[in-house]
């Protein structure tokens, strides 16, 4: 699917297809941080604990930032104890993560059933563990509640979205999934994923 509904705003947090044994598992988008000072750039070189890179913003210019993966190392409070001057742990929680905002879907992959734990480049909705084909379109969900949403948005006759946690998502479902003929399919499809 194209338009609105591939643009939604995506949760911190999505469920997806382990790359190993393709049970669910939970991606965590990466957290940036612009580094301030040129001189603290070699401390996050050097860093077990982060990644750096340079990026590029929509005016051409170009600075420094460092990546947190807060699903390979944990909460930032805990994981990170001695920063530069300037920098706090606290910096990494709910700061600018890596969705489409400078180019990249970086973040950890982290698969409860074979343990698998690493850096993954997130190719949405390809990796949606909530995801299924109806007549050649794809319908996804970002989590099991939004999936369980879906699920009973689809399969109900009314089309007010304002009940639903996930009112935003739910809008930009395309007609195709909400048609009376799709409904029963659809519905029976999702739910085997729960």
């Avoid at 957290?31 to 860093?47: C, G, H, N």
């Avoid at 990494?92 to 180019?103: I, V």
Wanted: hydrophobic share 35%.
């Amino acid at each position: 699917m194209t338009g609105i509904y591939d643009w939604n705003p995506m949760p911190h947090k999505v469920d997806v297809k382990c790359p190993c044994c393709v049970s669910k598992a939970a991606f965590e988008f990466a957290e940036v941080v612009r580094i301030s000072k040129k001189e603290d750039v070699p401390f996050f070189q050097a860093s077990e604990q982060f990644e750096y890179r340079r990026f590029q913003d929509s005016c051409g210019h170009f600075w420094h930032g460092a990546l947190y993966f807060a699903g390979l190392h944990g909460s930032p409070s805990r994981a990170l104890l001695s920063l530069p001057e300037g920098y706090s742990p606290t910096n990494w929680q709910h700061s600018k993560y890596l969705y489409r905002s400078h180019g990249t879907d970086l973040g950890a992959v982290s698969c409860p059933r074979c343990g698998k734990r690493s850096k993954h480049q997130l190719r949405w909705p390809a990796d949606a563990y909530y995801s299924i084909t109806y007549k050649g379109d794809e319908l996804w969900a970002f989590n099991r509640e939004s999936a369980i949403e879906l699920i009973d948005y689809i399969g109900g006759n009314s089309r007010n979205v304002s009940k639903y946690r996930w009112s935003n998502f739910l809008l930009h479902i395309p007609s195709i999934f909400k048609s009376h003929k799709a409904r029963a399919e659809v519905t029976k499809r999702l739910g085997r994923l729960l």
